[in-house]
């Protein structure tokens, strides 16, 4: 399988240090709201499957005010919409139309294109709001690019819980810890969300090639080293890891799976094994024809869209 970063001539184990790589998130503020970008970076392009991870929040949002995300394409991807505080409206161009809450997942399979949009509007507006959540792509492989659009919504009780020795440990996608989400994915992959308690250890599963952590609040130690909210490791297929909560405690985001067949373009919100790909899924967004086009516009959301960029 690709992996750019695993060079067989390097040792393992004790004689290299068990994490390969630290990524410090790009932070941009869009009035007020700000998003955390870990994926993808100057160091790593993807960590198994996913080759797109934002931070969202925490945001305070005023009565009346709120997210607004016009509908928008992708291609060759699937998205998972997370949150850990707030609601946000989905509607796409296949006719989805569902409210996210926290702790439940939206998981949307592009393949050759889907359109939609992101928003808390109506009663949603009618009082302050807290937003704060995760929004990850996951690259499909190549046999699965030109797949039919899909959705699905899975509440949190659907999703598989592990609980004790200072843990809770929610698996939102794919399987490890001997437990696995109801959803087929169309590759080999996991992604948790961990709370650990102060001094609380959480061994990584050994059971996917490429695997990393995504700290979100708190601190934990691995390797000898202290690592703070607001960062994302990666470590070296084959090692075991485990890594442990600091006197805070800490919350993190787990993730990984097997490495894609090959590397991936990305232009905007498209993905694909090729530039041809990219090409032309962005003419057929600019051309605007959402009756007989590639791209259709969500029913219920057809007002307004984001146009393509420039370049």
């Known amino acids: ?30 009035g007020g709201f700000e998003v955390r970008r870990a994926l993808p970076s100057a160091e790593r ?3 198994g499957p996913f080759i797109f991870f934002d931070q969202f929040g925490p945001a305070e949002f005023l009565t009346g005010q709120g997210l607004d ?3 928008h394409p992708h291609i060759g991807l699937g998205t998972v919409t997370y949150l850990l505080k707030g609601r946000i409206h ?7 139309d569902m409210w996210i809450e926290p702790g439940a997942i939206n998981w949307m399979l592009a393949g050759q294109g889907i359109t939609h949009s992101e928003r808390t509007d109506g009663p949603a507006r009618q009082a302050p709001l807290s937003l ?15 797949d039919a659009a899909d959705f699905a919504h899975l509440p949190r009780a659907n999703l ?21 989400v109801p959803l087929k994915m169309p590759s080999e992959v996991f992604y948790a969300d961990a709370l650990l308690q102060p001094g609380a250890a959480l061994p990584l599963p050994d059971n996917h090639e490429d695997r990393g952590i995504f700290v979100l ?3 934990i130690s691995c390797a000898g080293q202290e690592f703070e909210a607001g960062r994302m490791l990666v470590f070296r297929p084959g090692d075991r890891i485990s890594v442990k909560a600091g006197e805070q405690g800490a919350r993190m985001m787990v993730l990984g799976g097997a490495t894609m067949d090959g590397p991936r373009y990305i232009w905007w919100n498209f993905v694909a094994s090729s530039r041809d790909r990219l090409d032309a899924a962005r003419e057929a967004w600019r051309a605007g024809d959402w009756q007989h086009g590639r791209f259709k516009l969500p029913p219920g959301d057809e007002g307004e869209w984001i146009p393509a960029p420039e370049r």
Request: charged share 30%.
């Open 1 to 30: 399988m690709w992996n750019p970063l695993l060079d067989p001539t390097i040792p393992i184990g004790d004689a290299v240090d068990a994490i390969e790589t630290v990524i410090v998130p790009r932070a941009r503020d869009l």
């Open 45 to 47: 392009q993807m960590v």
């Open 69 to 71: 995300v016009r509908p």
């Open 90 to 96: 989905h509607r796409d161009s296949i006719g989805n």
């Open 132 to 146: 704060y959540g995760l929004q990850t792509w996951l690259a499909l492989p190549r046999d699965r690019e030109d």
């Open 160 to 180: 598989p819980e592990l609980e004790g020795e200072g843990k809770q440990v929610r698996l939102i996608l794919g399987n490890a810890w001997g437990e696995e």
């Open 217 to 219: 609040e708190g601190s």
